[in-house]
């Protein structure tokens, strides 16, 4: 490996650390941080019922509206993500390069890669669009998408073990 790509995967492995240890050491306003291992992630459990549990790795922000109570965004760049909102506990949306996964009161995990953001719903119902908000589909219980620029999507009920692979990663 030459000196300038041996730069650039030390470079780019500090980046991805550091993205890591900034998402890891995030205080979020109305919510405890713990970590978790088998498999690592960070769990946030939230007033009002509100669960984000984030691959080690991921590159996320938790945002929290001025006054309010409990995180109503997060913008996540990179990995995955679990999510727990009760029924009529308010309003949250995962906002991804490639998509907007909007929900009430729901389960469901976003997966977001360099090509496109995977959007699978556990239980309720969660409203996916284009981050213009644009193209808006309802995914149902058992029903995902995959949204990448350019390209279109629908709901489409995933295989069991597409499924479980996601869920797996969140000790599901």
């Given at each position: ?22 998402a ?18 960070i ?15 991921s ?30 506990s ?10 907007i ?15 496109r ?11 996916v ?9 309802l ?12 390209l ?12 479980a692979?996601?869920l ?5």
């Open positions: 490996m030459s000196k300038r790509r041996l730069k650039l995967a030390v470079t780019l492995v500090g980046l991805m650390f550091a993205a890591s240890a900034t890891m050491a995030q205080d979020v306003t109305g919510c405890e941080r713990t970590q978790v291992q088998d498999p690592p992630r769990v946030f459990q939230c007033e009002n019922g509100l669960v984000i549990e984030a691959e080690a790795a590159a996320f922000n938790i945002d929290t509206a001025a006054g309010a109570a409990r995180p109503d965004e997060v913008d996540l760049e990179a990995d995955a993500m679990l999510i727990e909102v009760e029924p009529g308010g309003p949250f949306q995962v906002r991804t390069p490639h998509a996964a909007a929900v009430r009161g729901t389960i469901y995990a976003v997966d977001v890669g360099p090509e953001t995977s959007v699978f719903v556990v239980r309720g119902h969660v409203s669009s284009r981050p213009d908000g644009s193209d808006t589909v995914l149902a219980a058992g029903e995902g998408a995959d949204v990448a620029p350019g279109p999507f629908a709901p489409v009920t995933w295989s069991a073990e597409r499924a692979g996601l797996s990663r969140f000790g599901q």
